[in-house]
Nanobody
Framework: QVQLVESGGGSVQPGGSLRLSCEYSGYTNCMAWFRQAPGKEREGVAVVERTGPTSYADSVRGRFTISKDNADNTLYLQMNSLKPEDTAMYYC??????????????????WGQGTQVTVSS
């Protein structure tokens, strides 16, 4: 089965940057980043298909970039111009099906343990 391990979270000032990583094993077609803040529902951030196309939530488009290194089996989320509202636990997720851009938690079968991102002064 698919195994996912996130890393790279931390604390940063508003306007700063972080890069999250997710090492994976097993076959995946859709790989995505989700986030969940305390008291809020888990929301999709970005998704990439195995062949390369990407999609982003409106709230992060232009600031975040999702990418995948197939040789190293690593998914990345480059986060720039971070805002306090980006503070959340960030999760790597994977699915073996189609329609990757249906960016809802219920679509994705496999999940990492999460990595905390905190944006504050």
């Amino acid at each position: 089965q698919v195994q996912l391990v996130e890393s790279g979270g931390g604390s940063v000032q508003p306007g700063g940057s972080l890069r999250l990583s997710c090492e994976y094993s097993g076959y995946t077609n859709c790989m995505a980043w989700f986030r969940q803040a305390p008291g809020k529902e888990r929301e999709g951030v970005a998704v990439v298909e195995r062949t390369g196309p990407t999609s982003y939530a409106d709230s992060v488009r232009g600031r975040f970039t999702i990418s995948k290194d197939n040789a190293d089996n690593t998914l990345y989320l480059q986060m720039n111009s971070l805002k306090p509202e980006d503070t959340a636990m960030y999760y790597c997720a994977a699915d073996q099906g189609a329609f990757c851009f249906t960016l809802r938690p219920t679509k994705f079968t496999y999940w990492g343990q999460g990595t905390q991102v905190t944006v504050s002064s």
